[in-house]
């Protein structure tokens, strides 16, 4: 499809049916968001005796499953059409609470079913379809699928505070669970989050490993293996240039954040992220709200700033290796700004945003937690290289929410992806068009469907990034 049919077909979404498309999926036990977080609305009980702590306690089931295709304008000796399933789910038992204590584990699967996956020697080629298996133990075994205990921790609540000890999922301004494949992204560590201010919360994070999507195994929190990439952080935002022989296998990722509605109609972010001798990052974040003739209007901006503490005498600022065009290649000092306007009337929301990076170094994230999300960012791009400039147009309808189907929702976005052609490590120019639509099906099924097609500038110098993307997924809870 020709990128002028795709916008057309963008704009002719965005008029008819006008985030990802809004409807939430609410069964007895649990709410499924549109960003596919899940809060537990059946509560842990609070008992008065050990025994009852287990025979009290609570299982969550989750059948899923999560197909995708790739298909690149032009394929190449690095990039190749690729494909991919994950079925499976996860069964999550929460405990009853005694005197506080209480503890969560939980079990996820993915298994690739053999009528739709690449060959063993072809699982480099995949792209969005990757964190359906772990492409480490499908090398180095053969065998497909991954079964992993994806949560495990130990939890004590005071008063407004609660304590998490082991692994587990850590939604912060930095850190996500990002559960949109097969199995959420969680780390190793402890976290403290009070809420003893008024519409106010506190976040503490002491992580000392990180869990990707797709591995069976904890890794450090933001060493790469060139040696072996996909054993350490392989996630596609990692900065390559450090590496387990530079700065070690033992990182910490040490967080903490204030987030507060105190004031009426505003929301203020802050927080911090350090890594001891590697960098810092702080953050800002503020929206207001109006209300005018029923149409919320609600401005916002994001302020992110990465300081260098490496002091490195090798060439650290491009996220890839290729240096070609940072004015100062061994520094990871670097800023971000992003502001968004969003518009919402019953069921119809638009966002109209924009982000730009500083000509630096690249923002690190490989978190989950990407650094233009809910701004700029559109589905599967990495638009937070030195010198990019994006800009973005949103709009959603509700159509259950608006009475007319129940259950479904439809979004589509569009992003204008403008890099710096300077330097010869960041992509070419891109157009990205995505379309969600996302249908409940009862209190316990959703369906989802989500399409992206980008299309470069052509530029000479640089290769064709052009492709299309088709994912397919769905949820059962019991």
């Known amino acids: 499809m020709h990128m002028t049919n795709k916008i057309t077909l963008a704009l002719s979404a965005t008029v008819l049916f006008a985030s990802s498309a809004h409807a939430t999926l609410q069964s007895e036990k649990v709410t499924l968001n549109s960003n596919m977080t899940l809060e537990y609305t059946q509560k842990q009980q609070e008992v008065e005796n050990l025994n009852e702590l287990f025979s009290e306690g609570e299982f969550f089931g989750r059948l899923r499953t999560n197909s995708f295709k790739w298909d690149w304008n032009q394929e190449s000796a690095t990039r190749k059409d690729n494909y991919a399933m994950g079925i499976g789910g996860s069964i999550i038992y929460k405990s009853a609470i005694y005197k506080g204590v209480s503890f969560t584990s939980g079990l996820y699967t993915s298994q690739n079913p053999s009528f739709y996956r690449?060959?063993?020697?072809?699982?480099g080629y995949l792209k969005a379809g990757k964190d359906t298996l772990s492409r480490y133990d499908t090398k180095q075994t053969g065998n497909f699928g991954m079964s992993v205990l994806g949560e495990a921790y130990i939890q004590y609540d005071y008063s407004n505070i609660s304590l998490k000890l082991g692994r587990q999922l850590v939604e912060s301004l930095f850190t996500k669970s990002n559960d949109t494949k097969m199995i959420p992204n969680t780390f190793d560590g402890v976290t403290a989050v009070s809420t003893q201010l008024s519409q106010t919360k506190f976040t503490f994070a002491y992580l000392a490993k990180q869990k990707l999507r797709d591995h069976t195994s904890a890794h450090d929190v933001i060493a790469y293996n060139?040696?072996?990439?996909w054993s350490e952080n392989d996630d596609s935002a990692?900065?390559?240039?450090?590496?387990?022989?530079?700065?070690?296998?033992?990182?910490?990722?040490?967080?903490?954040?204030?987030?507060?509605?105190?004031?009426?109609?505003?929301?203020?972010?802050?927080?911090?992220?350090?890594?001891?001798?590697?960098?810092?990052e702080l953050v800002a974040e503020a929206s207001h709200t109006f209300t005018y003739n029923n149409i919320k209007i609600i401005p916002a901006v994001k302020y992110l700033k990465q300081f260098d503490n490496l002091d490195a005498t090798y060439e650290v600022a491009n996220l890839k290796g290729n240096q070609d065009g940072y004015s100062d290649p061994t520094s990871l000092d670097s800023s971000m700004i992003a502001l968004k306007l969003d518009l919402k009337y019953k069921a119809l929301s638009s966002r109209l945003g924009y982000s730009s990076i500083a000509d630096k170094a690249d923002i690190v994230a490989p978190w989950?937690?990407?650094?233009?999300?809910?701004?700029?960012?559109?589905?599967?791009q990495y638009n937070w290289y030195a010198n990019t400039k994006t800009y973005m147009l949103q709009v959603a309808y509700d159509l259950s929410k608006a009475q007319l189907v129940d259950g479904l929702s439809i979004m589509a976005r569009y992003a204008i992806q403008d890099f710096d052609d300077n330097k010869a490590g960041v992509q070419a120019d891109t157009n990205i068009l995505n379309i969600d639509i996302r249908q409940n099906i009862g209190k316990n099924l959703e369906a989802k469907v989500r399409l992206g097609f980008v299309s470069d500038e052509d530029e000479a110098d640089k290769s064709d990034v052009s492709y299309n993307e088709y994912r397919v997924e769905l949820n059962y809870f019991f």
Do not use: C, W
């Not at 989950?368 to 599967?380: F, H, I, L, N, V």
């Open 226 to 229: 060139p040696e072996n990439p």
């Open 368 to 380: 989950r937690d990407t650094p233009t999300g809910g701004y700029t960012r559109a589905m599967g």
């Open 238 to 280: 990692v900065n390559r240039n450090l590496t387990v022989q530079r700065v070690g296998s033992d990182n910490k990722l040490i967080i903490a954040t204030m987030q507060t509605k105190y004031l009426q109609n505003h929301k203020i972010s802050f927080g911090m992220l350090y890594i001891p001798s590697i960098l810092s």
């Open 118 to 123: 690449m060959d063993t020697e072809d699982v």
